[in-house]
């Protein structure tokens, strides 16, 4: 039988965060009356995870919504960790919110709010809830922080990175300034507080053309996506200066690959995330971010579509848009996939990992992060 608590991915073999991602407990008690999550809401007795029928009734609508990608034999084992998690995250007040990247249990069976990471964290300043757990890589988690930072922020694993976040740090783009003095810099929201602070806008994959249009400069710093800044500089007239960093998921894909699909059947729609090549983008039928790309399947019903972007988001939408026939060509992202339904029932017993930054540089990468979002477009 599956067991879940083995379940999902160590990542790049249990890659670390780096310094500026570290938790930072002196400043989280600090933010908090000097006490921990775990002192503030206290810890809880870890519920008994048997599959009664108690279980199976209270979770059988939830189990419809993911039929078609949990055998039914595997439920009993989901379904007391999904039974014990909607019961304790009422008990305490919290809120899940789940990118779209999630897998179908996470996304269906356990999150109030899901979405990119953008509209997650906008999401998270208009929950009443002090509590939030996000299950997304830590990036996400940190500006979720920075949004709301008198709420509690919580991780269910703290090493969920990003190889993009992690290409690129706080030193770095100090060095990039003083080398480019005076040209703005814009990043990538899958960056980590440090480098925010260093920024003066953040921009998502939706909004990075506007963002950088916003600016009277002829060059625009575009980091640390190299892919998203290539794709970015062929929809502007601005010189576009970048960085090496790109998706470990989205890099995968070549154009060659889609084209294939394309020759076995000219009928399928492609449609791709901008952290991929310019090549692949090339041969795309539509490029947006995960909203934009989810949107243009609900709007547009291709009877045939191919998502080139992280698998599970095909998974999670398909239900939704049951006449549509997803072709999956399934690259999975190591670190979303840390995060489980085993690891987000701990976070809620043991109020953990919670989500800290440095106050000092909050304010700076927040101003950028609100910026992006106060700028009209
Ligand atoms: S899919 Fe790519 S950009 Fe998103 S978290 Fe994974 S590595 Fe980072």
Redesign the pocket.
């Known amino acids: 039988m599956l067991d879940l608590s083995k379940s999902g991915s160590e990542g790049r073999g249990g890659m670390a965060l780096m310094e500026n991602q570290t938790r930072n407990p002196a400043s989280a008690q600090a933010a908090h009356g000097g006490q921990t999550a775990a002192e503030r809401f206290g810890v809880v007795e870890r519920p008994d995870l048997t599959y009664t029928p108690e279980v199976a009734e209270a979770t059988a609508h939830l189990y419809e919504r993911v039929k078609d990608h949990i055998p039914a034999f595997e439920w009993p084992v989901y379904a007391p960790y999904v039974h014990a998690i909607n019961k304790l995250k009422k008990e305490r007040g919290a809120v899940i919110l789940a990118h779209n990247?999630q897998t179908p249990e996470i996304f269906h069976c356990v999150s109030d709010i899901v979405g990119d990471s953008l509209q997650l964290a906008r999401e998270a300043t208009l929950v009443d809830a002090e509590i939030i757990v996000q299950c997304g890589?830590h990036f996400m988690a940190e500006t979720s922080k920075l949004l709301n930072p008198e709420k509690t922020i919580l991780i269910p694993d703290v090493k969920a990175g990003?190889?993009?976040?992690e290409s690129i740090t706080g030193a770095d783009v100090r060095l990039l300034k003083e080398r480019y003095p005076g040209v703005p810099v814009v990043t990538y929201v899958?960056t980590s507080a440090d480098v925010k602070a260093e920024t003066d806008v953040c921009c998502t994959s939706s909004n990075a053309v506007a963002v950088v249009e916003s600016f009277d400069s002829d060059t625009v710093l575009c980091i640390p996506d190299e892919y998203l800044a290539m794709n970015v500089a062929k929809q502007t007239s601005k010189k576009i200066l970048t960085w090496k960093g790109h998706?470990?998921?989205?890099e995968r894909f070549t154009a060659a690959e889609l084209l294939a699909y394309k020759e076995a059947d000219p009928t399928i729609e492609i449609i791709g995330h901008p952290?991929c090549h310019p090549d692949v983008i090339a041969v795309c039928d539509y490029s947006g971010s995960t909203s934009g790309m989810i949107n243009y399947v609900k709007d547009t019903r291709p009877s045939r579509v191919l998502l080139v972007t992280?698998c599970s988001m095909a998974s999670n939408i398909e239900s939704e848009v049951p006449d549509v026939d997803f072709v999956k060509p399934c690259n999975l992202?190591p670190?979303?996939k840390r995060i489980t339904l085993p690891k987000i029932l701990d976070s809620l017993v043991n109020m953990t990992e919670e989500v800290i930054v440095d106050p000092a540089i909050a304010d700076r990468a927040r101003l950028a992060v609100e910026r992006m979002i106060n700028l009209k477009n």
């Open positions: 990247y890589v990003c190889s993009l976040s899958n998706c470990e998921v989205h952290e992280e992202c670190h979303m």
